[in-house]
Nanobody, 123 residues
Framework: QVQLVESGGGLVQAGGSLRLSCAAS????????IGWFRQAPGKEREFVAA????????YYADFVKGRFTISRDNAKNTVYLQMNSLKPEDTAVYYC????????????????WGQGTQVTVSS
């Protein structure tokens, strides 16, 4: 019903920046949140940031506050994750997801997922 395509990943040096994009198509409900999650090798998928599709509510994991900014462009059905001051421990596959009606912070509350984009931060 909803298709999500991430882009913008790549290889950067520590301290650098990347901007990830998540383009949504299909039926997207205004009550949905768009969340960013990441998964490093051998670790569970974890919450990074989320934003309500309609409105301005945003949510951040503690480990990215002050470094990452999530924003939206409803006209383009696109959500962005601006990542600054990147650290090697930020290396992971980053996924965007749509849903989060019950909770914008939990993996299990999201209904639709993109394919992921690799972010690699070198030391």
């Amino acid at each position: 019903q909803v298709q999500l395509v991430e882009s913008g990943g790549g290889l950067v040096q520590a301290g650098g920046s990347l901007r990830l994009s998540c383009a949504a198509s299909g039926r997207t409900f205004s009550n949905y949140a768009i969340g960013w999650f990441r998964q490093a090798p051998g670790k569970e998928r974890e919450f990074v940031a989320a934003i309500r599709w309609s409105g301005s509510s945003t949510y951040y994991a503690d480990f990215v506050k002050g470094r990452f900014t999530i924003s939206r462009d409803n006209a383009k059905n696109t959500v962005y994750l601006q990542m600054n001051s990147l650290k090697p421990e930020d290396t992971a596959v980053y996924y965007c997801a749509a849903g989060g009606v019950l909770s914008a912070l939990r993996v299990g509350s999201y209904d639709y997922w993109g394919q992921g984009t690799q972010v690699t931060v070198s030391s």
